[in-house]
T-cell receptor
């Protein structure tokens, strides 16, 4: 089975531009998570979904960030407008209920 | 208080030796789960091992075992016969509460370097 798929793997953009990160979870998993990893703040949970419904978005830093899960096999994390402090590695992970989370390879975002 | 504490920012271990990575946790829940993940320099997060709070036996997965001491609230990862490929960041994480809460809280990690 394929693991969690994320695209793009690397993204370089300029401040003010819109950025869209994409994730395909493992087939059959009913939870999907978005994390951000930085040297300063470590690994932070941004939002997670259960059966395509957002359950907890308390980690979303501000209104510039939004996430959607239109179906069981696809999710997006959008930043609009992007700022240099958004530079980080963004991970998507998926899991079944009460089981380990499996992470995608991450998207390294650089905002200039 | 930190929910997950990893006190060793970095460790150097000789190849083939066993290594213990420390993790202490803080929760008032009776039901919780503890996880260890490995992050090599390539960046991916790899799930290693899981211990549930009600599990009576320490979890083991190949060369990985989890030394679970509930009263001390510690969940140390033990890697036996270390290999060069074990060099990586290691994160301890906790899921609190029972069914329905899937949030993980991660520690700050320990960077393990295996010396040939």
């Amino acid at each position: 089975d394929a693991g969690v798929i994320q695209s793009p793997r690397h993204e370089v953009t300029e401040m003010g531009q819109e950025v869209t990160l994409r994730c395909k979870p493992i087939s059959g998993h009913d939870y999907l998570f978005w994390y951000r990893q930085t040297m300063m703040r470590g690994l932070e949970l941004l939002i997670y979904f259960n059966n395509n419904v957002p359950i907890d978005d308390s980690g979303m830093p501000e209104d510039r960030f939004s996430a959607k899960m239109p179906n069981a096999s696809f999710s997006t994390l959008k930043i609009q407008p992007s700022e240099p402090r958004d530079s980080a590695v963004y991970f998507c992970a998926s899991s079944n209920t009460y089981s380990a989370q499996f992470f995608g390879p991450g998207t390294r975002l650089t905002v200039l | 208080a930190q929910k997950i504490t990893q006190t060793q920012p970095g460790m150097f271990v000789q190849e083939k030796e066993a290594v213990t990575l420390d993790c202490t946790y803080d929760t008032s829940d009776q039901s919780y789960g503890l996880f260890w993940y490995k992050q090599p320099s390539s960046g991916e997060m790899i799930f290693l091992i899981y211990q549930g709070s009600y599990d009576e036996q320490n979890a083991t997965e190949g060369r990985y075992s989890l030394n679970f001491q509930k009263a001390r609230k510690s969940a140390n990862l033990v890697i036996s016969a270390s290999q060069l490929g074990d060099s990586a960041m290691y994160f301890c994480a906790m899921r609190e509460g029972g069914f329905g809460n899937e949030k993980l809280t991660f520690g700050t990690g320990t960077r393990l370097t295996i010396i040939p």
